[in-house]
T-cell receptor, first 113, second 113 residues
Framework: QKEVEQNSGPLSVPEGAIASLNCTYS??????FFWYRQYSGKSPELIMS??SNGDKEDGRFTAQLNKASQYVSLLIRDSQPSDSATYLC?????????????WGLGTSLAVNP | EAGVAQSPRYKIIEKRQSVAFWCNPI?????LYWYQQILGQGPKLLIQ????????DSQLPKDRFSAERLKGVDSTLKIQPAKLEDSAVYLC???????????FGPGTRLTVT
């Protein structure tokens, strides 16, 4: 059973701090990794994708990937109250022609003013 | 580029009734997914279409759920008869053929009483 694990939280950080969200995955063959943000009552929104080991930065967001450790993380710098949401980690699996994502349960982030 | 469209946005039905959801993917996206998301959990894949063919329906409760994508564009998901445990948000997502980045519609919130 291929799995993606995340701490459910809630993770609470003060405004302006760095929020660190972590995700581990079980399939060593996974090559594509995604972070989605989901506000309460809304659908998931893709915010970051990463495919190679190392860091990928986009504005206040940095995704970090370590395939040897099967670990992917999302850092949010200068956290804002508007970043309060659930963050979903998704990882690809390949099964022949079936390209699909395996999803974590999500980590709830609360940024306190 | 228009996003994924879904309707209705909300539906309340009694148990044992039937319900249908509609999804129109982003133009040109060959792959379409239906997910079920229960509060506090990650999305659970129900069925995946590639054009008008089913790629994965391993987690679809086939005794009560059905889905079709007849012309390879829009899709419908049906539940008949509904059970209380079907109360959830039903999400439709789409992606280009061969890619993993999925884009979600607004979802349909189903309440079964």
């Amino acid at each position: 059973q291929k799995e993606v694990e995340q701490n459910s939280g809630p993770l609470s950080v003060p405004e302006g701090a760095i929020a660190s969200l972590n995700c581990t995955y079980s399939d060593r063959g996974s090559q594509s990794f995604f972070w989605y943000r989901q506000y309460s009552g809304k659908s998931p929104e893709l915010i970051m994708s990463i495919y190679s080991n190392g860091d990928k930065e986009d504005g206040r967001f940095t995704a970090q990937l370590n395939k040897a450790s099967q670990y992917v993380s999302l850092l949010i710098r200068d956290s804002q109250p508007s970043d309060s949401a659930t963050y979903l980690c998704a990882v690809n699996i390949n099964a022949g022609n079936n390209r699909k994502l395996i999803w974590g349960l999500g980590t709830s982030l609360a940024v306190n003013p | 580029e228009a996003g994924v469209a879904q309707s209705p946005r909300y539906k309340i039905i009694e148990k044992r009734q039937s319900v249908a959801f509609w999804c129109n993917p982003i133009s040109g996206h060959a792959t379409l997914y239906w997910y079920q998301q229960i509060l506090g959990q990650g999305p659970k894949l129900l069925i995946q279409f590639q054009n008008n063919g089913v790629v994965d329906d391993s987690q679809l409760p086939k005794d009560r759920f059905s889905a079709e994508r007849l012309k390879g564009v829009d899709s419908t998901l049906k539940i008949q008869p509904a059970k209380l445990e079907d109360s959830a948000v039903y999400l439709c997502a789409s992606t280009h053929l061969g890619l993993y980045e999925q884009y979600f519609g607004p979802g349909t919130r189903l309440t079964v009483t």
